[in-house]
Every structure is written in structure tokens, then in C-alpha cells.
């Protein structure tokens, strides 16, 4: 199986800030990477696809990039509602795994 | 818009069968791919499997997860838009909350997810 491994695993930052998190694949994704974000008792959200593909509503401050086995996901400008934990997920082979998310909270 | 909503008892005894329900409301389960996911305390989702609903249900496929192939199944109920998950010899490790989410037919990501439901499993 593919390991996906986030980094940080816990993010403190501010409204305005710039975030940026990290997802390293144990072998080479190309570019079938997603992202997703979740809330506390919510259905995860589709983010981004195939690295930097915005999914439709997605606000234009988050943005993805990265090839290979290294990707990232940024908010440009953190808003109150993007606390939350954000998951990576690899669909370049079966069985198709997740990272362990990271933590986005409040400075 | 489509909605998912899992149901099924939040408890399950060791060596038991786990069985859920996924009710898909807004929208038609024909056509689509519908799949399991769960993430255990502490971990990371784990994709269990999908089902694809062409409508033809003799030759529908299924996919899983080979950690788990052994103990699962998915079905899919078209006349209650219900997809359904069977995992059977469950053990502590199985502890989880489960998703249904909707695997896009071009790729295997997933627009469309339930809120999830929590199963514990414990005598």
C-alpha cells in the first residue's frame, strides 16, 4: 500500500495567515492526489483533485500543487470558517489511502 | 442536492457481523459508484470498498480494500436508493466511525459524503 504521510499534524495559525500543508506519498502519485476537509461531526468536503483541480464552490483562496510524491495544499488567506482538519488522499493504486490529516486550529 | 445519511447500531459484539445502511436522498443511486470509508480513533480514513450501480444488477462489481476482501461485502438496494455494508468477525480494531461517500465514475475521489456513524465494537 501507498503510505501518505501529513505534515504538521497540528497547525496554530491566525485569520489572514498563509497555510500550508504538506503530504508526502511513499511512491510516485504522478498527480492522483486529493484533498479534503472536515469539520467536527461533518461530512468531509472535497477540496482538490488530481493535485490542483478546484472542485466546483471551493473559494479561489485554497490552491494545491506538487507532483511525484511530495504535494501541497494552501490557504492563501485563513478565514474563520477553514478551521478544520484537512486529509490528503492518493488515488494512484488500489487500495486507495488517506494521510493522517492535519489540524488546522486557532492561534 | 444529493445527501447521504449511514445508519445502523452504534454497538456490535466481537465476532459479530457489522451491518450499516447508507440512505442516498436528492438524487438517483443508479449509475453511480458508492463507497465505504472509516476512520478509527486516532488514525487515518481507511477506503473499505465500492459498489458500482450500473442498474444491471447480476453483473454490478464490487472493489475492496484487500485488508479487509476476506470480511466485507457491499450491496446496493436500488427500489430504497439504499447502499448497504456488511463487515463480518469484527474485533476491537473495527471500532470506527464509517462514511458512505459517492466515488466519482473518472477517478477514484469522492465528491459526496455522509456525515458518518460511530461503531464501537465491545461485549
Known amino acids: 500500500d501507498i503510505q501518505m504521510t501529513q505534515s504538521p499534524s497540528i497547525l496554530s495559525a491566525s485569520v489572514g495567515d498563509r497555510v500550508t500543508i504538506t503530504c508526502r506519498a511513499s511512491q510516485s502519485l504522478i498527480n492522483w492526489l486529493a484533498w479534503y476537509q472536515q469539520k467536527p461531526g461533518k461530512a468531509p468536503k472535497l477540496l482538490i483533485y488530481?493535485?490542483?483541480a478546484l472542485e466546483s464552490g471551493v473559494p479561489s483562496r485554497f490552491s494545491g500543487s506538487g507532483s511525484g510524491t511530495e504535494f501541497t495544499l494552501t490557504i492563501s488567506s485563513l478565514q474563520p470558517e477553514d478551521f478544520a482538519t484537512y486529509h490528503c488522499?492518493?488515488?494512484?493504486?488500489?487500495?486507495?489511502?488517506f494521510g493522517q490529516g492535519t489540524k488546522v486550529e486557532i492561534k | 442536492q444529493v445527501q447521504l445519511q449511514e445508519s445502523g447500531p452504534g454497538l456490535v459484539k466481537p465476532s459479530e457481523t457489522l451491518s450499516l445502511s447508507c440512505t442516498v436522498s436528492g438524487g438517483s443511486i443508479r449509475g453511480y459508484y458508492w463507497s465505504w470509508i472509516r476512520q478509527s480513533p486516532g488514525k487515518q480514513m481507511e477506503w473499505i470498498g465500492y459498489?458500482?450501480?450500473?442498474?444491471?444488477?447480476?453483473?454490478?462489481?464490487?472493489y475492496y480494500n484487500p485488508s479487509l476482501k476476506s470480511r466485507v461485502r457491499i450491496s446496493v438496494d436500488t427500489s430504497k436508493n439504499e447502499i448497504s455494508l456488511q463487515l463480518s468477525s469484527v474485533a476491537a480494531a473495527d471500532t470506527a466511525v464509517y462514511y458512505c461517500?459517492?466515488?466519482?465514475?473518472?477517478?477514484?475521489?469522492?465528491?459526496?459524503w455522509g456525515q458518518g456513524t460511530m461503531v464501537t465494537v465491545s461485549s
Open positions: 459498489f458500482t450501480s450500473t442498474g444491471t444488477t447480476n453483473y454490478d462489481p464490487s
Open positions: 488530481e493535485t490542483s
Open positions: 488522499q492518493q488515488y494512484n493504486s488500489y487500495p486507495w489511502t
Open positions: 461517500a459517492r466515488k466519482t465514475i473518472a477517478s477514484a475521489i469522492f465528491d459526496i
